[in-house]
Every structure is written in C-alpha cells, then in structure tokens.
C-alpha cells in the first residue's frame, strides 16, 4: 500500500462547477498537509498549507483535513477553466523541513 | 517566493552519456532538493544538497548515478550519468519557502527524455 493515494483523473467538470480532488494516507504521524498545482510543463506552486485537522479557506479553495479518517479534500468553487492543472497533495511529519510525501496528482480539466 | 531556474528546461539524450542540471536561486538559501518526477508516479527526492558539505541521498539514489554540486548558497548541480531510457523523467530542484516551514518552492522543471 502507498504512504499516500490520489486518483490520478482525469476528472472532466464544466466550468462554475464546484470540484472535490481528495488523498487518502496511512501514516498516523502526518500532520503538515498541502496541495500544489502544476501546470503542464511548469513546476508545482504550493496552493494550500494546513496544519492537523480542520479546514482552510482562500479564496474560491478550501482545503480540508480529517485526521481520523486520514482523509485530505480540496475543493474549489466556481471552477475556471484557468484551473485546468495536475493537483499534488503532501504531507509530512514535522515542521520545518522533513521529507514530504506526494501524491501521484489528479489531474483536472475545466472546460468553458 | 523564491525564484528559481533551472537549465536546460528539456533536452533529448543518448543511452550512455551524462547530463548536467543546472539551479539557480535568486535567494540565498541552505538547503536545496532535487526530485525526480516520473510519468503517473510522486515527486521523489533524490537528495538534499547543503553549501559546503557532501548532498544527502534519499533510499534508491547514489552519489555515482546523480552527483550534485553546491558551490554556493544559490546555485546547484544534478548530474544523471551513463543514462539508460529509465532516467526518462522531469528532474525538479526546489527550496524551502522558510527556515521554520515544510513549503517548497520548485522550478519549472528539466525534462529529459533518453534514447
């Protein structure tokens, strides 16, 4: 079993859909969640960064941890067509730096 | 943010030979990570490279396949030597957003595809 599992996609959704992209891990000790966004033949640009449980918003994203259920969400409102991206989650154990473990990435297409 | 580039962004080589990945940080910065990015698989980290000392490898990564070079605090190397096709892969150098955080900063990425 991996460390983290992410639905690789595509998942396809019309533009001003509300989109759900999710990551499930097995480490109890996690406790820094993120998620990235990359863009095709770009680097990943760090999007959300949460601390244990609960949620965070910013803007159309709201990032979402449930630490009992070892479960991460992001959703994003109002999805654009500019949202069209490969999404990465990761955590790690501590603060500061640590070895973060990523997901495989969701790939989303937005269409107009 | 940090602002890194990397060169060269993509390139095409032969079985056998060896290339070199170049980084540059328009900050200084203690620690720089090299990752490799393979097709439907997670970013991986190949090794963390600290100004003035030996780079730290990850499990599965040797300094005789990727030496790395860190000649100062803004600049490093990855080379992929004797290359085979299985080194086909995008090759990610990044920074900590902060001394006290896990947030990394990436560049843009250096693709490389063998024959």
């Known amino acids: 079993q991996k460390e983290v599992e992410q639905d690789p996609g595509p998942l396809s959704v019309p533009e001003g859909a509300i989109v759900s992209l999710n990551c499930t891990y097995s480490n109890s000790a996690f406790q820094y969640f993120m998620w990235y966004r990359q863009y095709s033949r770009k680097g990943p640009e760090l999007l959300m960064y949460?601390?244990?449980?609960g949620n965070k918003e910013d803007g159309r994203f709201t990032a979402q941890v449930d630490k009992s259920s070892k479960y991460i969400s992001l959703f994003i409102r109002d999805s654009q067509p500019s949202d069209s991206a490969t999404y990465l989650c990761a955590m790690g154990e501590s603060k500061g730096f640590q070895k973060l473990v990523f997901g495989t990435g969701t790939r989303l297409l937005v269409s107009p | 943010s940090a602002v890194i580039s990397q060169k060269p962004s993509r390139d095409i080589c032969q079985r056998g030979t060896s290339l070199t990945i170049q980084c540059q940080v328009d900050?200084?910065?203690?620690?720089m990570f090299w990752y490799r990015q393979q097709p439907g698989q997670s970013l991986t980290l190949i090794a963390t490279a600290n100004q003035g000392s030996e780079a730290t490898y990850e499990s599965g990564f040797v300094i005789d396949k990727f030496p790395i070079s860190r000649p100062n605090l803004t600049f490093s190397t990855l080379t992929v030597s004797n290359m085979s096709p299985e080194d086909s892969s995008i090759y990610l150098c990044?920074?900590?957003?902060?001394?006290?955080?896990?947030?990394?900063?990436f560049g843009e990425g250096s693709r490389l595809t063998v024959l």
């Open positions: 990044s920074v900590l957003a902060g001394a006290n955080t896990g947030e990394l900063f």
């Open positions: 949460t601390y244990s449980s």
């Open positions: 900050s200084q910065v203690t620690m």
